[in-house]
């Protein structure tokens, strides 16, 4: 049975909508959320992740306090380095071209660390990325990129832990209840009007918080916003983000805001479904890309495979692979990588080729021209900078030289058997352009006033990305504002 009312109505139950759920619970709210997938599928994108979350941390106290697990033995072969709140406004700057809405990123940065602490006391725990933020060098991991912190059991453990703690608290999931569209009248937001079991209904709340996703898995919308080819991109996580949240408030008034035509997309195997298949999770994604020449269907290099660390470009070159002949490359690696390759490559559903010689290889690129990429692997080969050592612990400068498009880091030749390479194509993660909000993440109107009782969180807030975007942060922003929303939310409905 669903309540016919309720204080706060939370649309969604991915990451932002359980911050908010919790936050606007605490401050003594009756809260509803609104799930449009079945328990099976529930939890949205966040389900999907491996739960990383970029948060600033001054020193190993800090890192401590999240992770009280966390040995002296572990402490003593790890660089953990730091992460502090200038490292992440630079990162945020630099990624997005300084046009993050300056506001809603310090709140994001200054907020990180103490949400985390928050989430905490919510039943989350966390764990340090060994493996896929740290290589071990003689004999120690350091973390590089600013992403050290994962929660336990990735996304599944993620959303199970949060499912627990709502359960614990009384706080009710409504499965299979889609939100069709907002209540509302001159003074505000009433309720929402929900498909539930076939039937529609309305159920009345004194503030909702939308956190339904972005428009992702819309390839209608997809293709008007992002532009041509966008539809034949593949959606690598929920199938239920299709634009609803941001359509409801868009429809009552809301203003959009942000990189409309803007996503984050990565480089997925090319064979993989549709839609995200969560017995797989992110393991579609192919992340080591830094260590190996990416070659288009006519045997050429596209882009800069080692511009920067994978944290600071994979979020990006999924466009530039859609935009491919055929919308699909493969990544090329010699014997001297394959240790380094992360656990996504030794998947069973992977589209791979293995050969003991160049020529060999090149003839099962399905798609490529085998003469072409012979030649460019050859003429890579011959630009790189064998005076730099390499070192995938940081931006080693080991490059090429006298090639039109350069490889900066991490050029190590093709030439050691065996060969292996690994097909993909455009997967997209969320889109970045959504609904404005204030800092108390209330949903701001095309006139520019708040929207009384109306609060977003999550994908669909725009105004924080654009072109690209540091790994890690959405799960951040997510929880930063979910609990901002449901604090404000919350406040308003008992108040
Ligand atoms: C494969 C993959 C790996 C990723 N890895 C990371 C990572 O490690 N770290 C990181 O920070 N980010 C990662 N991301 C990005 C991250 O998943 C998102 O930024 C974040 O989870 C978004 O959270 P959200 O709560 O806004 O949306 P979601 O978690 O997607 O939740 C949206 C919810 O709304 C529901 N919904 C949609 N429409 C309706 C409707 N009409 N009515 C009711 N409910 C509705 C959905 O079913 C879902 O429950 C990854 C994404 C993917 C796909």
């Known amino acids: 049975m669903l309540p016919a009312s309720s204080d706060v109505i939370v649309v969604g139950a991915g990451n932002a909508a359980f911050c908010a759920a919790f936050a606007a619970y605490e401050q003594g709210a009756s809260v509803l959320l609104l799930e449009r997938a079945s328990v099976n599928e529930a939890g949205?994108?966040?389900?999907?992740?491996?739960g990383a979350f970029r948060c600033v941390y001054n020193d190993i106290n800090d890192l401590k306090a999240l992770m009280p697990d966390l040995t002296n033995e572990e402490i003593a072969n790890t660089d953990f380095g730091t992460y502090t709140e200038e490292k992440f406004f630079d990162d945020?700057?630099?990624?997005?071209?300084?046009?993050?809405d300056a506001d809603l990123c310090e709140l994001l940065i200054k907020r990180s660390k103490e949400t985390m602490l928050w989430m905490r006391d919510k039943g989350i725990r966390f764990a340090p990325i060994f493996g896929r933020?740290?290589?071990?060098?003689g004999g120690k991991f350091k973390f590089w990129g600013g992403l050290t912190v994962e929660a336990w059991g990735g996304g599944p453990g993620l959303i199970?832990?949060?499912t627990e703690t709502a359960r614990k608290k009384g706080i009710q999931i409504a499965y299979e209840t889609r939100a069709l569209s907002l209540i509302a009248d001159d003074d505000g937001i009433k309720g929402v009007q929900v498909r539930h079991c076939g039937r529609t209904t309305e159920l009345k709340a004194k503030c909702v918080?939308?956190?339904?996703?972005?428009?992702?898995?819309?390839?209608?919308?997809r293709t008007r916003y992002l532009g041509p080819l966008w539809e034949l991109a593949k959606v690598r996580g929920s199938r239920f983000n299709t634009g609803d949240g941001i359509k409801m408030a868009l429809d009552i008034g809301a203003m959009p805001v942000g990189n409309w035509s803007g996503c984050h997309a990565v480089g997925w195997d090319r064979n993989a479904p549709e839609f995200g298949d969560l017995s797989v999770g992110d393991n579609f994604q192919k992340h080591s890309y830094p260590f190996s020449i990416m070659l288009n269907a006519n045997g050429e290099r596209f882009v800069d495979e080692g511009a920067d660390f994978r944290n600071y470009t994979y979020a990006k070159y999924g466009r530039v692979i859609l935009m491919q002949p055929g919308q699909f490359a493969w990544q090329i690696f010699d014997r001297k990588v394959l240790h380094l390759l992360r656990d996504e490559y030794r998947i069973k559903r992977v589209s791979k080729v293995r050969a003991d010689t160049l020529e060999e290889l090149v003839k099962k690129l399905?798609?490529?021209?085998?003469?072409?990429?012979?030649?460019?692997?050859?003429?890579?080969?011959?630009?790189?900078?064998?005076?730099?050592p390499f070192d995938p612990n940081v931006k080693d400068g080991r490059g090429t030289e006298g090639l039109a498009i350069p490889k900066s880091n991490w050029a190590n030749t093709i030439e050691e058997p065996p060969f292996e390479s690994y097909a993909v194509t455009c997967g997209?993660?969320?889109?970045?352009?959504?609904?404005?909000?204030?800092?108390?993440?209330?949903?701001?109107?095309?006139?520019?006033?708040?929207?009384?009782g109306l609060f977003a969180a999550g994908e669909l807030v725009?105004?924080?990305?654009?072109?690209?975007?540091?790994?890690?942060?959405?799960?951040?922003a997510g929880s930063v504002f979910g609990k901002i929303a449901g604090t404000a939310a919350g406040r308003r409905a008992v108040a």
């Open 44 to 50: 949205g994108n966040s389900r999907f992740t491996a």
């Open 92 to 100: 945020m700057g630099r990624v997005t071209e300084y046009r993050t």
């Open 133 to 137: 933020q740290a290589f071990k060098v």
């Open 160 to 162: 199970a832990a949060y």
């Open 209 to 221: 918080v939308l956190a339904a996703g972005g428009f992702q898995a819309n390839a209608e919308m």
């Open 366 to 388: 399905e798609g490529t021209n085998a003469e072409r990429a012979l030649a460019t692997i050859y003429a890579y080969n011959k630009s790189v900078k064998h005076d730099v």
């Open 428 to 452: 997209i993660t969320f889109t970045f352009g959504g609904l404005k909000i204030d800092t108390e993440a209330r949903v701001i109107d095309s006139d520019g006033n708040p929207i009384a």
């Open 462 to 476: 725009g105004g924080l990305f654009y072109f690209n975007y540091p790994g890690g942060t959405g799960l951040m």
